[in-house]
């Protein structure tokens, strides 16, 4: 498995949108790739049961022995579960489609919003890396409840098209109710656009109204419509593995440098000389 320099905490992040198709798995793939490449350990969770990051990274389903949903069960640990990738640096745990009944297992379960945050809190199972991300299902469910749980922040994708804004207030309140409840110090690192379209002026007029509302929490970077990116999963490969050439994998670096950049300590204040 990847190991870190240890130097570092671990970051927890959540994907996160109750919407289908706003590019969660793509940036969650895409930018566990790009943190790798520039030398971050990184381990992607599968949070959703259709387990589109684990096709996509490549994982067929034969190789899923143990996955998130036994984590979740208590009957393996992250460790158990975690496979290596095609990518140095990056481990994967993997979706089952029995994560779809986890919902109602849980339900009645004693600190069923907790469990897989016991999972990625515990250092001995995660603090040998730089970065977890989690891949949420499009659902405010309770295993997107439990990823909020686990989290230090949230990255939210919001795709370019009239909708857009629709159902973010839903999400943010969802956020805010887990900060207040389980999580205080839940954040959110940031929104990135996704799909953008610069032939079309209604995605301009979308970037610029999400940016009137949501001010600094927008990312600078905007992961422009690609069709490489968007090929790529059916080789099984992140879009930086398939084609690292392409202006969407060129955008998910700039993400990565951007996150990297948000996320650096502030400088220890320095006392002035009288
Ligand atoms: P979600 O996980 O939010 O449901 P996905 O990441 O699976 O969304 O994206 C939905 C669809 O849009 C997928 O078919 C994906 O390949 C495609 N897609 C995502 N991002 C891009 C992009 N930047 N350019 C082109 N297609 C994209
Ligand atoms: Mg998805």
Redesign the pocket.
């Known amino acids: 498995p990847a190991r870190s320099s240890g130097a570092n905490a671990t970051t927890i992040l959540a994907v996160a ?1 109750q919407k ?8 969650a793939i895409n930018l566990a790739t790009a943190l790798a490449a520039v030398e971050r350990t990184v381990l992607l969770i599968d949070l959703d049961p259709q387990g ?1 990051a684990s096709t996509g990274m490549g994982i067929d389903r034969a190789a899923r022995r143990r996955s998130i949903y036994d984590v979740l069960c208590g009957t393996a640990t992250l460790a158990d579960a975690a496979v290596t990738t095609e990518i140095p640096g990056l481990d994967l745990v993997p979706s089952t489609v029995d994560l779809s009944g986890a919902d109602l297992e849980l339900v009645g379960e004693d600190r069923r919003s907790y469990r897989l945050q016991q999972a990625v809190r515990d250092d001995r199972m995660t603090g040998h890396y730089d970065y977890v991300l989690i891949d949420c299902p ?1 659902s405010l469910s309770l295993l997107t409840v439990n990823a909020l749980v686990a989290a230090h922040r949230v990255i939210v ?1 919001l795709q370019c098209e009239f909708f857009a804004l629709e159902g973010l207030s839903l999400l943010l309140h969802t956020i805010e109710q887990v900060r207040k409840g389980f999580n205080p110090g839940l954040e959110i690192d940031g929104i990135v656009l ?2 953008y379209d610069r032939r079309n002026r209604l995605s301009d007029q979308v970037a610029d109204d999400v940016r009137e509302h949501l001010g600094d929490k927008v990312y600078t970077t905007i ?5 490489r ?2 090929e790529a ?1 059916s080789h099984g490969k992140p879009a930086l593995l398939y084609d690292h050439r392409c202006v ?1 994998s060129q955008a998910y670096m700039k993400l990565a440098a951007e996150l990297l950049n948000r996320n650096r300590p502030s400088p220890a204040p320095t006392t002035r000389a009288a």
Do not use: L
């Open positions: 949108n289908g198709g706003v590019g969660k798995t793509t940036t589109n499009p994708p996704t799909m992961i422009p419509r690609n069709v990116v968007s999963p969407g």
